[in-house]
Each structure stands twice: as structure tokens, then as C-alpha cells.
């Protein structure tokens, strides 16, 4: 159907929507139309299962098996515009951040450089979810992780000592072997005293610490270093240590 779809458009036209957000790996409901953008000069209309959208801002494609998608904001984006349910279009801005295919500012940037038809209460509902430059870095930690032979960690923990005081934060946590990952708001060394990673050390934790700006552009190297670490971790006695408000690995 997309192919099909594409070849009448004509050449340059780009699947966006909902398509192209499932070739990026985020399954939605299938629309009940294909979005297509395609040049401002081509004359070709919209068909029962196509709506075509001529634009001047073609995106750059990722294309796939022969057929152009859209990248993530500007599909998200696409979407956003004609979405009017309120707690579905929390959901949908907030799917491509949580899987870290884009940042907040990607969004922002897309909605303010498109049509301004539809894009007030997008705008309204990005400023209402804040800040999401933490949901954005667990994304790219947890794309990391699916090329990673490990378990799956639990999230965002406080970190207690033998005695239940709090040591420390990390992101990501091995609960069985006493492993951490500090990569966001976890690194931080300004949570008062003792919430460091000197702190997670010398109670005997195991802990990664990743800049994140590396999540995506040292995978590889952060992939053997999780490995080698939980391997590390698993050969020695685990510390008397737990973990407080551990959140499961899920979506």
C-alpha cells in the first residue's frame, strides 16, 4: 500500500503520520489514510485511502525497503495537528521522547517551523508536559540497552545503605548484582550530602557513569562497559545495599 501509495505521488513524496512513525518502530492504530507530503507544484489529489499534502518543507527521508518516511518529529507533528483528545495527543508527544527518537526541542522546533493551522493546542500541551530532557535520555538509555546482553534494569532509584540511609540516585539499576547506571539527573552531585557516586563506591555498589551526550554517539563502547560491568559485579559478594522507589521496565 505504501509503495503503491508513493509511486502516484510522484517522486520525492514522503509517507508521514502514523506510517511513518511505525517504520520509525512506535505502532499507533492505523489512520483510515495514508499521509503523504509531496512537492507544492505536483498536481496529484487526495484518493479514499491517500491524503496527500503538498508542502515546501519536504523533510530529509529515512527511506526504508524503497518508500520515504518521514523522521520522527515532523511525523509526530503531522499527527498532533489534526489530534483533538486531549490524553491522546499527551500520549502521542510523549512516545517518540520516551523511546528517544527525538527531543522536546525537535517537537517544538517542528511545530514552530510548520503550518500554524491546528498547532495551538499542540504548543499548549508541550508546555503543559514541561521539561522531558530526562524521559528523552531514558529513551536513548533504553534503545541502548535492547543491544545489550543484560536483564532488564528498574528506574530512577534512591540507593540505601546497610542502615537505610540514602547514598545516592542512579538512572538505571541491577538490583541482583548491585549495579548502577548514572547517565541523567542520577550524575548530578548537587542532592546534598553524600548523594554522589563517591558515596554509591564506597558502599560497594558497581556504577557506570555515562555523559549523556555519549548515549548516542558511543553505543558500542557503553554497551561493553555495561557488559564488562555487570560481569564484574556478578563475581563479587553483592553489598548490603537497596534500592527505594525502583520503577519496572516497562513502557
Known amino acids: 500500500m505504501q509503495r503503491a501509495a508513493t509511486l502516484y505521488a510522484g517522486q520525492g513524496s514522503v509517507v508521514s503520520g502514523a506510517d511513518a512513525l511505525d517504520a520509525h518502530g512506535i505502532h499507533l492504530p492505523p489512520p483510515d489514510r495514508l499521509h503523504i507530503l509531496v512537492p507544492p507544484h505536483r498536481r496529484v ?47 502521542l508527544l510523549a512516545l517518540p521522547v ?6 522536546p526541542d525537535d517537537l517544538r522546533a517542528e511545530l514552530e517551523a510548520g503550518n500554524q493551522r491546528g498547532s495551538a493546542s499542540v504548543r499548549e500541551m508541550l508546555r503543559s508536559l514541561g521539561s522531558m530532557g530526562e524521559t528523552y535520555l531514558q529513551g536513548l538509555a533504553r ?47 548537587n542532592r546534598g550530602p553524600k548523594m554522589n557516586h563517591l558515596a554509591l ?33 556478578a563475581k563479587r559478594r553483592r553489598p548490603r545495599v537497596r534500592a527505594l522507589g525502583s520503577v519496572p521496565a516497562t513502557v
Open 45 to 91: 489529489h487526495s484518493q479514499e485511502l491517500v491524503h496527500l499534502e503538498r508542502t515546501s518543507r519536504l523533510p530529509e527521508p529515512l527511506v526504508d525497503g524503497g518508500v520515504a518516511f518521514a523522521p520522527p518529529a515532523r511525523a509526530t507533528i503531522d499527527i498532533a495537528r489534526r489530534e483533538t483528545e486531549p490524553e491522546r495527543l499527551r500520549r
Open 98 to 103: 520516551y523511546f528517544g527518537l527525538c527531543s
Open 143 to 189: 534503545e541502548l540497552l535492547e543491544m545489550v546482553p543484560l536483564p532488564p534494569p528498574v528506574w530512577n532509584v534512591t540507593i540505601c545503605d546497610a542502615l537505610g540511609r540514602p547514598i545516592g540516585m542512579v538512572d538505571a539499576w541491577w538490583d541482583e548484582v548491585a549495579l548502577g547506571w548514572q547517565f541523567g539527573a542520577g550524575g548530578k552531585e
Open 201 to 233: 563506591a564506597a558502599a560497594g555498589v558497581v556504577l557506570v557513569r555515562t555523559p549523556p551526550d555519549q548515549l548516542r554517539r558511543q553505543v558500542r563502547r557503553i554497551a561493553l562497559e555495561l557488559t564488562s560491568a555487570f560481569a564484574n559485579a
